[in-house]
């Protein structure tokens, strides 16, 4: 498989995607930090390409990934609309999304409200509305696992 790596930070969610796709998976990993894919290139991982890019914009083939993954990223996405529909766009037909947290919706709302600056505002949806807005960026949910220890959403690129 070829996964997309969203906000990638310091690439410790890369070398653990690479070990799950065995040797012939491969990873792009992108974040818009300069300084975090920095910190991500010096682990030096096979397999794994970098681009620095924005989630709305992203400089990258069309239909060309298996999966693209999110963990820990999605709440901080400026434009969700613009974000989901590039990711839609670099999926194959029946790729996909995968929307993880290491908390469930409530605790992960709870801590960045408590946060000072912008990341006070970035919140989890709840399920309906999530629902709503991935179906309007053209995927099917196929679960959403809301739990304390995890939060865990897997959708289809519908077509």
Same mark, same amino acid.
């Given at each position: 498989?070829? @996964?997309?790596?969203? *906000?990638?930070?310091?690439?410790?969610?890369?070398? !653990?995607?690479?070990?799950?796709?065995?040797? !012939?998976?491969?990873?792009?990993?992108?974040?818009?930090?300069? /300084? &975090?894919?920095?910190?991500?290139?010096? +682990?030096?991982?096979?397999?794994?390409?970098? %681009?620095?890019?924005?989630? /709305?914009?992203?400089?990258?083939?069309?239909?060309? $990934?298996?999966? @693209? @993954?999110? $963990?820990?990223?999605?709440? #901080?996405?400026? =434009?969700?609309?613009?974000?989901? !529909?590039?990711?839609?766009? %670099?999926?194959?037909?029946?790729?996909?999304?995968?929307?993880? #947290?290491?908390?469930?919706?409530?605790?992960?709302?709870?801590? #960045? !409200?408590?946060?000072?600056?912008? %990341? /006070?505002? =970035? &919140?989890?949806?709840?399920?309906?509305?999530?629902? =709503?807005?991935? #179906?309007?960026?053209?995927? +099917?949910?196929?679960? @959403?696992? =809301?739990?304390?220890?995890?939060?865990?959403? &897997? /959708?289809?690129?519908? *077509?």
């Amino acid at each position: 498989w070829r @996964v997309l790596e969203v *906000g990638c930070g310091s690439g410790q969610v890369s070398a !653990a995607l690479l070990g799950v796709l065995g040797p !012939a998976g491969q990873v792009t990993a992108f974040d818009i930090s300069g /300084a &975090m894919l920095a910190q991500a290139r010096a +682990k030096h991982l096979e397999r794994a390409c970098y %681009v620095q890019a924005d989630s /709305a914009r992203l400089p990258l083939a069309g239909s060309w $990934f298996e999966a @693209v @993954v999110l $963990f820990r990223v999605f709440p #901080h996405l400026d =434009d969700k609309s613009a974000c989901l !529909a590039e990711f839609r766009r %670099v999926l194959r037909p029946g790729g996909w999304l995968i929307l993880a #947290h290491p908390a469930g919706r409530e605790q992960l709302n709870v801590c #960045h !409200a408590a946060m000072s600056g912008e %990341v /006070a505002l =970035d &919140m989890l949806p709840e399920e309906p509305v999530l629902r =709503d807005t991935l #179906h309007s960026a053209g995927f +099917k949910v196929m679960s @959403v696992e =809301d739990r304390p220890e995890r939060y865990l959403v &897997m /959708a289809r690129r519908n *077509g």
